[in-house]
């Protein structure tokens, strides 16, 4: 097996590589005056089985053609098999047509993938299990959720105190299947509207479930930061004493990171799906690596 690490997200690569035990491939990436790449992969990979790991995190357009590109590389240089492990797939939430006249951008992402020959692809936490019908190469839907109850646990909170929260009604299979690993705990939903037009959001009730003391509140993306801030907000409203916040990626869109700092979460925990920019880290957060789970699956499956 030969591995092809993110040249994004080096530290996500480098542990995973060390984790699986195997030398991590950097391609080369050359950008040129008009800001076309070039992308290189020097090391023989002829009837090689290739797993690539990268998130289409910000930028999203060069890094998905990056990915593209690195995949044509591999097939093109005779690769036997290619997988695509993805922490993050940018236009995730792009899944269908919102309003008249707009393309569906997932759909397009999903096609390119499969048009440019990737045989497999390993999805972590995608954003709508929707995704599972829209792809038609073979693929693996799988969860950070496991990292967050360790990580639950190993907070030693008392369990019948705790509400494991989805700040929107979409999120309620998430937040139930984490509830169901923390036995003893129970679980709550948010109803949330967003402003198509504007984008605008507001947690305005508990949609299902109760809320507990200790409330943990599970998502997929943080982006602007808004739907986790207003949950946590509606959490402490309806009851809550102590409010902790987990999510596998960490898109930190504009000032995000600002909000959540600001916020009134106890702690934010977030994986190394996207790397977060030094400038963007602060005092309440909490980075768990996704490098073990995801070593762990593969080793499971003796890829
Ligand atoms: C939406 O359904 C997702 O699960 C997240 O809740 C959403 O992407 C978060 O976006 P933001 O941080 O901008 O509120």
Do not use: W
Not at 152 to 178: C, F, H, N, T, Y
Not at 295 to 303: D, H, N, P, R, V
């Amino acid at each position: 097996m030969l591995f092809v690490g993110d040249l994004n997200n080096r530290s996500l690569s480098d542990s995973l590589g060390r984790d699986l035990n195997v030398d991590v491939i950097y391609p080369d990436k050359h950008i040129f005056d008009d800001g076309e790449i070039r992308m290189r992969v020097e090391t023989p990979v002829l009837d090689e089985e290739v797993f690539i790991l990268k998130s289409t995190s910000q930028p999203v357009n060069d890094n998905f053609l990056e990915l593209l590109f690195t995949i044509d590389v591999l097939k093109r240089s005779g690769a036997k098999k290619v997988t695509a492990i993805i922490p993050y797939l940018g236009y995730s939430r792009a899944d269908h047509v919102f309003r008249e006249g707009e393309a569906v951008p997932l759909e397009v992402v999903i096609k390119s993938l499969e048009a440019n020959g990737l045989d497999e692809i390993i999805l972590i936490d995608p954003h709508t299990i929707r995704m599972s019908e829209m792809f038609r190469i073979p693929h693996r839907m799988e969860s950070a959720l496991p990292v967050f109850a360790e990580k639950i646990k190993e907070l030693d909170l008392p369990a019948e105190k705790i509400s494991i929260v989805s700040p929107d009604m979409g999120g309620i299979r998430r937040v139930r299947q984490l509830s169901e690993m923390i036995e003893g705990s129970t679980y709550a939903a948010i109803n949330k509207d967003r402003d198509l037009e504007s984008g605008s959001i507001e947690s305005t009730h508990v949609g299902e479930g109760e809320i507990r003391e200790i409330c943990i509140v599970t998502d997929d993306i943080i982006s602007t930061g808004d739907t986790m801030v207003k949950a946590v907000d509606l959490c402490l409203k309806e009851g809550a004493k102590d409010v902790y916040m987990f999510a596998t990626q960490p898109v930190f869109a504009g000032n995000a990171h600002e909000k959540l700092a600001n916020c009134k979460a106890k702690k934010i925990y977030i994986t190394d799906a996207i790397p977060v920019p030094e400038e963007k880290i602060f005092e309440n957060l909490e980075i768990l690596s996704l490098a073990p789970h995801i070593a762990s699956l593969l080793q499971k499956e003796k890829l």
